[in-house]
């Protein structure tokens, strides 16, 4: 039997996904996902733009440093200073690659860059030249390929693989294409490049339309070796191909494709996990594999057909991405070795300080809540993960509310050994504890949105808050959790205030494909 195809799975979270609004992570939140794409076995992770910011450059730089198992590759455009700063932010990695990128279609032509189409390729291949004396490992995009002429892609596709490039990338920048017409345009650059087989060919498609995903499989279908994809699908607007989908589709349908990846499964689900914590940007229910509606069976009929024959309705088990099997972990009287075995079968590794501080937020835990679920000791986990950017942090908290009484917050917080109370009144405890915080900090962001849900079952189960705020310009995510809602609340505030400080000032970004 043949052996089937290997498709390089190269994943852009830390780069496309970092850059949609509300979504950017500070470097250690970057290190820890960097670690579960590790641990997720990606081929390639696309760990940032180095030019677009000092803390991008850092972050791209500490992950080629700390990262051993995966190429890391750095984005730059076609320009010298560009390629610069991606060579030096790579250059400690284990396997560099970079990423060079300039616009071909002609709409960007005329009104981006405003050169013809001579100059384009000229420009390429220049970008590339200059990126293989860094490393042997140079990706070339054509920006918004769906949109060239093919026979202009031809062009630039041909004179950059010419000019050193090891793989091209061809982004639906826009998420215009379709899947059969997008399929058609990777087999034209096979049958029509003269040295496509010097190169592999990549895709990298974006959601507009909802096709990021078929038109992914469509060109893998058609030839390509690699597909560009993000955890949760998160990335610019509507957000790009991702990855669990494409990896489950060519996994669960291997006699359809003849393909495979080199992706752990099972670490898919605590990646996905850990984005939407530290990005703040939740899973939808009913998304494909991921979502907590996406092994779960309501209706009645389904349920007894699964019981009796799982695969009468189920084409994948949740083990196989990872989903926690048994729900009910620990109570009270639950030893640190049970702990470490459950966070262990998570999908988690912590160093042993990192365990014991778990271990003591959970006996709390259990103190409170008779029952404590996986879901508990993963929020527990990503907070104290989280914890380390914390500037300020919540040291007490009291309010006072009723139909009668003028809600009033008395709160405490510290920074570096130094307690600061202040106290509020409010239209609600909520707001009154929002208002003591901001007069503590100074930082008043305006809320943009707001909700609670609640983690486990029971009416012990903790209380997640989610918020969104927005200041000067851009928008921020964080979470908070606790059996008080008001606690929760305060937790979730205070964590997007310590975002805000750590963000520095809202950084111009260059535009990306
Ligand atoms: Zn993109």
């Known amino acids: 039997m043949a052996e089937k195809r290997r498709i390089i799975i190269f994943d852009t979270t830390l780069r496309d996904g970092e850059q949609s609004p509300g979504c950017s992570m500070n470097l250690s939140e970057k290190l820890e996902v960097a670690r579960a794409l590790e641990a997720l076995r990606v081929d390639v992770i696309e760990a940032g733009f180095p030019i677009a910011s000092p803390g991008d450059f850092e972050a791209v730089q500490a992950i080629s440093q700390e990262v051993r ?75 918004d390929a769906s949109r060239t002429e093919p026979e202009f892609l031809v062009d630039v596709v041909t004179a950059t693989i010419e000019a050193g490039a090891t793989t091209v990338n061809i982004p639906d920048t826009v998420g215009y294409a379709m899947p059969s017409q997008f399929g058609w345009l990777i087999r034209y650059l096979r049958e029509r490049v003269p040295n496509i087989d010097q190169a592999v060919i990549s895709v990298h498609c974006h959601n507009d339309l909802g096709l990021a995903v078929a038109n992914s499989l469509e060109a893998i279908r058609a030839g390509a070796g690699q597909v560009e994809c993000t955890i949760n699908g998160l990335g610019e607007r509507a957000g790009n191909a991702a990855l669990e989908e494409i990896v489950m589709a060519l996994k669960t349908r291997s006699d359809f494709f003849d393909a495979d990846t080199n992706i752990a499964t099972r670490r898919i689900y605590p990646a996905s996990r850990l984005v939407a914590t530290i990005t703040g ?33 189920e084409i994948m088990r949740p083990e196989d991405i990872g989903v926690p099997s048994s729900r009910l972990v620990l109570g009270k009287h639950s030893g640190r070795h049970a702990l470490k075995k459950r966070i262990e079968a998570m999908g988690y590794r912590l160093a042993d300080d990192q365990l014991e501080a778990v271990f003591k937020r959970v006996k709390v835990l259990a103190d409170k809540k008779k029952d404590v679920y996986d879901a508990d000791i993963e929020a ?44 509020a009144t409010g239209d609600g405890p909520v707001d009154a504890v929002y208002e003591a915080i901001g007069r503590i900090t100074g930082i008043r962001p305006t809320l943009t949105d707001y909700s609670l849900r609640a983690l486990t079952g029971g009416k012990d189960a903790q209380g997640e808050v989610t918020i969104e705020v927005e200041h000067e310009g851009r928008r921020f995510r964080a979470r908070g959790l606790s059996t008080d809602i008001v606690e929760a609340s305060a937790r979730a505030y205070l964590a997007a205030i310590n975002r805000i400080i750590t963000s520095g000032r809202a950084r111009e970004r260059p535009a990306q494909p």
């Open 69 to 143: 198992g995966c190429t890391v590759a750095a984005l730059a455009r076609s320009t010298e200073k560009d390629i610069e700063r991606a060579g030096e932010a790579v250059r400690n990695a284990a396997r560099p690659r970079i990423h060079v990128f300039c616009a071909t279609s002609s709409i960007h032509r005329k009104y981006k860059l405003k050169r013809a189409k001579e100059e384009i390729i000229r420009m390429s291949v220049d970008g590339v030249r200059q990126a293989k004396g860094y490393t042997e490992d140079v990706e070339f995009s054509p920006e």
């Open 281 to 313: 940007m939740h899973v939808q229910r009913n998304k494909a594999v991921v979502g907590e509606n996406a092994f779960a069976h309501e209706a009645g009929v389904h349920q007894h057909g699964v019981l009796s024959h799982r695969e009468t309705y």
């Open 380 to 423: 527990l986990i990503d907070q104290h993960l989280g914890a380390a950017a914390e500037v300020w942090s919540l040291q007490a908290l009291q309010t006072t509310a009723g139909s009668t009484a003028i809600p009033t917050a008395t709160v405490s917080l510290a920074q570096e050994g130094k307690t600061v109370t202040d106290a």
